[in-house]
């Protein structure tokens, strides 16, 4: 620990403000793994386990097996299942308005840590230059300046952009490694969409009702 204050003294105030922006991109980052791991599910094995329900015309068992299953695709084939049972023509239109409200929340906060990644690096650089600026003030102010007074200077110019490196660095993983999970839980809402998109057409053409065709414009 005396390592840790040593650099936090040694490299100036810029040091607190990386330290604020580090806590912040660890506490984001953890917050939507943990989001992502409680809300990812087997979308196949529910829509199967929906699929038999909705056969025998289930919609009250179905819908509390949607609510009960946590994830964004859950609650998008509820959305379905709804304007199903209202007799809605247009289903994927339920289904979109759905995703309209889910998909903010997968994406909430997870630019922040692309934001801290590139700002990072320019609060280094500013401590770089107060360091500099050091450096010409003790040489103003003592004619018979010694070394270890520039190299106080120096030291807090190099510890403060090798600080904000190494907390930017993982910002940048961590938001790519964030973005690929959000893509992944997105395509399977969409593959969980069309195909309870197409079983409930196959539903309506058995019961001889009107299917809702759509549009490739």
């Keep these: 620990m005396s390592f840790f204050w040593n650099l936090m003294r040694d490299g100036g105030p810029v040091m607190w ?100 990644g590139f700002v990072l690096p320019l609060i280094g650089f500013l401590g770089t230059v107060l360091g500099m600026m050091r450096v010409f003030q003790v040489a103003q102010a003592n004619e018979a300046f010694s070394a270890t007074d520039i190299a106080g200077a120096v030291n807090m110019a190099l510890i403060s952009t090798a600080a904000a490196l190494t907390v930017a660095i993982p910002c940048y993983l961590a938001y790519n490694y964030l973005v690929a999970r959000i893509n992944l839980i997105t395509l399977d809402m969409e593959k969980a969409s069309l195909e309870m998109l197409g079983f409930i057409e196959r539903r309506r053409r058995e019961a001889g009702q009107p299917v809702q065709e759509e549009s490739h414009e």
């Design 17 to 116: 403000v990386i330290l604020c922006c580090s806590v912040l991109a660890l506490f984001l980052f953890l917050k939507k793994v943990f989001q992502f791991h409680r809300e990812e599910i087997n979308a196949g094995e529910l829509l199967r386990g929906l699929f038999n329900v909705l056969r025998r015309d289930g919609f009250v068992e179905a819908l509390t097996l949607c609510d009960h299953t946590p994830g964004p695709a859950a609650r998008l084939l509820a959305a379905a299942i709804r304007a199903y049972e209202r007799g809605d023509e247009d289903i994927r239109k339920a289904m979109d308005d759905a995703a309209l409200e889910e998909i903010p929340k997968l994406e909430r906060h997870v630019n922040l840590l692309s934001t801290l």
